[in-house]
């Protein structure tokens, strides 16, 4: 419909000057409105359809907390019906945006003989196949080096690119993830809201122990900081270092992986300090398995004095901390970990077949993410394995939580003379040892047709043959117990295992194929 301007009527007494600026004056305010009138006819694409629906939850979680208890009472402590009823809105705008702007799982759609329409709610997701890290390291080998799998195009990149994500490639092909500055709004209220459950508040203040790389761990927690007005000391520079920011900057939070928590408490005491007397009483862990190791936990908590929380996530689906620990849930046995319903949904699966597991049944972690521009995963196959209570927590809290937390990723089993074992188990074995120290490796070999299974062990201090040969027995049985594997133990003196700096590498595989 066109829009007619016509000039005001225009009171005596006015000169013509003042009658001509009040005309365009007037012309333009009209053509502001038509402008408005003709955007809101244009029916919105899928991608404006998705950003409307992301804005519109952005502002259901404050820029700061809403009560002394809960960031964002509104939907942390929301009704299960009310959870699925934001789940499913966002579901249905997500799907066809995803279908649209990644050639990736429009593929995977039609191979699957659906379309968008066939996705709109929780009920509908187990018609869509998993989407394995494998697909995506094929896709992004064909078409590097972005992939398919991404929705995010070279001109929004340009437009309001954020930053960069990349994987660590432990286990496949590196994949790369370009996220925007919707993004970063969105990550920085996700972490703050998982913070404030840990009891992070204004006035602490944050060493953050870790490289200036592009991996998701630090990245949220950073920009959380800034949201809640924590001070941040960057922290990647050398351990000795870091030892004098504490001493000097007196910070109240630590954050690191679990095992560089402990290297770092170990280096202290070698310095002649004392971690447990150190400014620090909160550390914020992540990029290893932790809070469901109870003696790794214990270790660290009793290191530093110090509250140990957990966050969880991965690249593909980062809405910052995906997962994370809350105060009170660390007084409960086991601890848990809430995961953000509102932000994403998490099914568990059948290791094999991909078959939604029984409620209660543990199985391995799959993730829709609806709280990204620019990755959006569908039915991604995280692969840890976890178990979800549903329950109303003891903080309040309504969201799902992984008892015991996510206990270790498929990827990490290893196959030993026919039997499962996941590395974690053993760590829960030795850091259980008060005389072991923090470093371990697991080392593979192959003998004739059999698999050689060693674990070598630090002691925590200098201990003579004797000890040393009641600490290898004492281990092996404890493994054979635990385990049913018999494996050789080598006791080894303090410093000999290169000390963990990141991210732990316990296992050497020098086995051979037959």
Sequence with gaps: ????????????????????????????????????????ARPLNSREKWIAVLEKFARTTPSEPASKRYWSPEVECASRGR?????????????????????????????????????????DLPKFPVTTKDEMALDVNAHRPWGTYTPIDDETWRERGWMIFSTSGTTTTPRSFRYTSLDAELWAKASARALYAMGVRPGD??????????????????????????????????????????????????????????????????????PAASSVNKLICGGEPASGIVSTRKRIEEAWNAEMHDVYGCTEAAPGCSAFTCREGLKRDPVATHVHEDLQIWELVEPESFAPVAPDARGLTVVTNLNSEGSPQLRFLVGDFATFDRGKCVCGRTFARA???????????????????????????????????????????????????????????????????????????????????????????????????????????RRHAL
């Excluded at 225009?10 to 013509?16: P, R, V």
């Excluded at 279908?99 to 003989?113: G, I, L, T, V």
């Excluded at 007196?250 to 310095?271: D, E, K, Q």
């Design 1 to 40: 419909m066109a829009l007619l301007f016509t000039s005001p009527i225009i009171a005596s007494g006015g000169t013509n000057k003042s009658v001509n600026r009040k005309i365009v004056v007037t012309r333009r305010v009209l053509k502001s409105r038509a402008r408005k009138l003709n955007s809101r």
């Design 83 to 123: 959870i699925t009823d934001i789940q499913n809105e966002k579901l249905a705008a997500m799907v066809p945006y995803l279908y649209e702007h990644s050639a990736f799982y429009r593929a995977k759609f039609k191979a699957a003989k659906l379309k968008p329409a066939d996705l709109k709610t929780l009920a």
């Design 205 to 274: 203040s944050a060493l953050t122990c870790t490289n200036y790389n592009p991996h998701v761990f630090f990245w949220g927690i950073h920009h959380a900081f800034n949201l809640m007005k924590v001070a941040v000391m960057p922290g990647g520079v050398p351990t000795e270092r870091r030892l004098q920011m504490i001493d000097l900057y007196r910070p109240t939070i630590l954050v690191a992986t679990p095992s560089y928590s402990l290297h770092l408490a170990n280096t202290m005491r070698n310095a002649g300090a004392d």
């Design 403 to 509: 008892r015991g937390g996510f206990q270790g990723r498929a990827d990490d089993m290893l196959i030993i003379r026919g039997l499962k074992l996941f590395p974690s188990v053993i760590e829960e074995i030795v850091r259980s040892f008060e005389a072991l120290g923090n470093e371990f490796q697991i080392v593979l070999e192959t003998e004739g047709v059999m698999d050689s299974f060693t674990i070598v062990a630090e002691t925590s201090a200098p201990v003579d043959e004797f000890y040393a040969r009641e600490l290898r027995a004492r281990l092996e049985a404890e493994v054979i117990r635990q385990c049913e594997l018999r494996p050789r133990i080598r006791i080894v003196e303090p410093g000999t295992i290169p000390p963990t700096e990141f991210k732990a590498r316990r296992v050497i595989d």
